[in-house]
DNA sequence: GTGAAAGCGCTAACAC
DNA sequence: GTGTTAGCGCTTTCAC
């Protein structure tokens, strides 16, 4: 009646539970028709390895650890990203055995470092993903790293060398975002900065200014707006903007709650969009594609993102050097209806 | 340089691990000076207990998991109520000193129970937290049963005696909105049902006939239009509401993405909101403030809910009879933009 | 290919 | 109040 234990499986396959132990994780040196007898026995018995007796033994869980910024330590806009960092972790978990664990953390806290240690060492997760923009501070990345803990890092804006990330091409895609918009005709287009703690937002800046050098377009500094990835920010920007004396035909916002900010903006100042007014944004949250005209974005690759840093702390060997140490999944422009050609 | 355990603890303390252990655990039965030595010592090596070796011992882990229906099994609107959720549950752990593991679950698959069952035998949870609509599902139900963790439902729909729950006051404050919005002047109240799924929100709908009762209003079939909690189905249903021969004055939606579809059918259509047409919600995620004019609507406290929860099944205890069964929460009716009074 | 024995770091049951 | 002794159910190491 009590949970069959490894012994319990041995004893019916008739070996011992070392064999057993192979079998359930997939080792070698098992002769298939012994695999396979092994294999009757935990189905008969309904077997499932204890997971605590596992981790105690092998030192490690099956339990991977996501940590991101905490939305509840500031007003979250659209809890979008927070969603698609989950599913695509989640998606990258069922595939390979392991739970997902979540721990948001506030980065503004002193105590972060020591708290992050506490909890990774309790549990002892398998690995950590690490979302951005947690993913490019120093004292979050060296806390995780003091614990030994395999780390996959999620757009942490540079790619230093050995360690584990993925990324999207957040610079070469917001040039071609901005191309798109010159190709329109626009001569005008502003850009309205994110978050600055956030260094793959801020390679979406780098990227607009490529994209404006390779149109021909001259940058000006009065087309900047600094925002921080909020949708009231964004709102604060384009009243700056478009209050200007020779306000912008298109405006490119660092994400998708800005831009939303924007639109609302343009909106109650009754400007036509895109008849007026073009607006581009970042992300592809939920949000774009609910607000009126549906906005023209970058559609980040969030999930496969997530699902892949999954994927690589779920093989044990997440350590070892044959896997590609920094990835990077493109993203892609998507155009609905808050673009169009400029007006005269 | 190795992870202290309980032993080195023990020696520095001049103690025995039972008695660490017993600090550890808060336990009775420690002199106060045996007590502040064995803290120190914890201290001055900065040991942390392996909860794997914990879970193994006790059988059951400081893991809680939290469960609901996986939003990538259909198209999630907002999102506002997973992260509501996660929010009050992650709030009771850290108070707790529980960690949460989440698990979506599609419970349109026929093998759910099973699917679930093998995430708790692995992962030992100290308890679960299963949210609706999952939790008025009796194979739901059953298959964390079957295990025998401690598990609190939330908002359950009605009162099963014997089982943990914490709900809020769905139909007694559907009622105060249907009256408040009756005390506005409105004739013709409409409803939109949601997800015949979820029990909790069918008591809304009660609740609604109780309000029109109680203001002396008629109930009619036809000011009630079936959804299914989703925004689309809001505008599908808002657009039969409307065209009707009679159309109503006031729109109340089962929950807020469905209210939020009625107020875009009303821009649409160019119905002025409050002004001919008041639109009330339920639930008040982060959209009713988002939209324009703003959603007045029902402040179901899902993040103390989610809260207690978690605190239930933190201690040990949950299994106990001193704790309240059946938890309620109240709602509270939050007033915004979106009502007005009846026009003429 | 397979197995025996020795832990992993803690809690539980009971002795003192 | 405090300590002793067994496990919890696995993985690891190493022998065969």
Chains 1, 2 share one sequence.
Do not use: W
Request: with cysteine.
């Amino acid at each position: 009646m009590a949970r069959p234990t490894i012994f319990d499986v041995a004893k019916v396959a008739g070996v011992s539970i070392k064999t057993v132990s192979r079998v359930v994780n997939n080792e070698p040196n098992v002769r298939p028709s012994t695999r396979e007898r092994v294999e009757n026995a935990i189905a008969v018995l309904k077997y499932r390895p204890d997971q605590s007796a596992r981790s105690l033994a092998s030192r490690h869980s099956h339990l991977i650890g996501l940590i991101y910024d905490d939305p509840a330590a500031y007003d979250t806009p659209s809890g979008g990203y927070i969603l698609d960092l989950q599913q695509g972790a989640l998606k990258g978990c069922s595939t390979g055995l392991t739970e997902l664990l979540i721990h948001p953390c506030n980065f503004r806290k002193k105590k972060v470092g020591v708290e992050l240690k506490a909890f990774i060492e309790q549990t002892r997760p398998a690995g950590i993903i690490v979302a951005a923009p947690l993913s490019n501070m120093p004292k979050i990345i060296h806390a995780i790293e003091a614990t030994g803990t395999p780390c996959v890092r999620l757009s942490p804006g540079n790619d230093s060398g050995k360690r584990l990330s993925v990324s999207t091409n957040d610079r070469d895609v917001s040039a071609e975002m901005t191309r798109y918009l010159a190709g329109l005709g626009h001569k005008r287009i502003a850009f309205i900065t994110g978050d600055p703690d956030h260094k793959a937002v801020a390679n979406r800046f780098l990227g607009y200014k490529d994209g404006l050098k390779e149109s021909g377009l001259e940058f000006s500094e009065s087309l900047v707006a600094a925002g921080d990835n909020s949708f009231g920010s964004g709102e604060a920007c384009a009243e700056k903007l478009l209050k200007g004396k020779r306000p912008p035909t298109a405006i490119f916002a660092a994400n998708d709650d800005m831009a939303a900010g924007v639109l609302r903006v343009a909106n109650r100042l009754n400007i036509d969009v895109p008849g007026q007014l073009s607006i581009a944004g970042f992300d592809d949250i939920a949000l774009a594609r609910q607000v009126e005209p549906a906005l023209t974005t970058v559609r980040q690759p969030l999930v496969q993102m997530a699902e892949r840093a999954a994927l690589v702390l779920g093989k044990s060997n997440a350590n070892d050097k044959d896997s590609q140490n920094a990835e990077v999944i493109p993203a892609v422009i998507k155009i609905r209806e808050s673009t169009g050609p400029a007006p005269h």
